[in-house]
């Protein structure tokens, strides 16, 4: 069984120059929260829970951090903020989104943290890639390696790997 062992976030948006403000996103995380390690290649996908919006631009990176899964999740949503994300309605189109996927084989539920992320095995756009980086890699909660959740997703959006 392959555990996890690094952190994992998934970054996208739908607004404005989406590839520049992946790459401005990445520059704030490695300034701010930790080095990245590696990054899948970056998708498109239609707006998920709300389809009339923009379609998306998302990518999975592996950071290394030596803050603790609250810290970093202060840490990413000071990001958004940086970035200009406004929080006024649920699924709203955004400049920007960081969310926390996996944090090794940490298992966390809190009111504003639930680690692993808990729509990951819902989402193809999230697993598609992280099936990229790490696709032998067990959901530390539904034991199933993220090829499996992938080959079992019910979403049906389409994602498309841009080169």
């Known amino acids: 069984m392959n555990s996890i062992s690094g952190v994992f976030l998934i970054i996208g948006g739908n607004i404005g120059d989406r590839l520049k403000f992946l790459a401005l996103c990445c520059d704030w995380i490695e300034k ?35 803050l603790s899964p609250c810290e970093l999740m202060k840490g990413c949503l000071e990001i958004e903020e940086k970035m200009g994300r406004l929080r006024e309605q649920k699924w709203a189109a955004r400049i920007i989104d960081i969310d926390i996927l996996l944090y090794k084989n940490k298992i966390i539920k809190e009111n504003h943290l639930q680690i692993p992320h808990k729509h990951l095995h819902e989402r193809r756009f999230v697993l598609i890639p992280l099936c990229e980086l790490i696709p032998h890699a067990i959901h530390p909660i539904l034991q199933k390696d993220m090829n499996h959740l992938l080959l079992h997703c019910e979403d049906k959006l389409e994602v498309i790997r841009l080169d």
């Open 32 to 66: 701010d929260l930790g080095k990245i390690l590696q990054t899948s290649s970056i998708y498109e996908t239609a707006a998920w829970g709300k389809q009339n919006e923009s379609a998306y631009l998302n990518q999975v990176i592996e950071i290394e951090t030596n």
